[in-house]
Each structure stands twice: as C-alpha cells, then as structure tokens.
C-alpha cells in the first residue's frame, strides 16, 4: 500500500502496548479526492442530490485507479 505525506506516528498505551499507528492517508484516496476538483457540478444538475454524490464519488476513484495504474508504468 502507498501513502500519501507518510508519516510514522505511534500511540502507546500505559502499559506499553501499541493501541495506534498512522502511516498516511493512502495515495489512492488523495488522488480520489483531488479528482473530485475536477468534476463541474453543475453538468450533474438534472440528477437527483443523491444520485449526483454516488456518481461523482465512483467518478473520483475510477479516476484514482488510472492515476495508480499510471504510476505503474
């Protein structure tokens, strides 16, 4: 898994045991998010508000998946 501004951050409980470890916000769900500035809202206005969320979030990560796949060649 890639992330996005990787970071090691550990959270210690009182007796030493490890309750949480950050890495990052995952490189697929910021490409996901800035996909979504791309996307004119108002093209989507026949939609319902429902509808237009559901297909503009799929948009996002389809669009987060090529940007992945890119990287791999």
Do not use: C, W
Request: hydrophobic share 40%; no cysteine; proline share 1%.
């Amino acid at each position: 898994m890639t992330y996005a501004f990787p970071h090691n951050t550990v959270v210690v409980d009182k007796e030493g045991g490890v309750i949480e470890h950050h890495k990052g916000m995952e490189l697929r769900d910021y490409f996901a998010a800035k996909a979504m500035d791309t996307v004119n809202m108002n093209n989507y206005s026949n939609l319902s508000r429902e509808t237009r969320e559901q297909y503009i979030a799929k948009f996002a990560y389809r669009m987060a998946d090529a940007m992945m796949k890119a990287r791999e060649a």
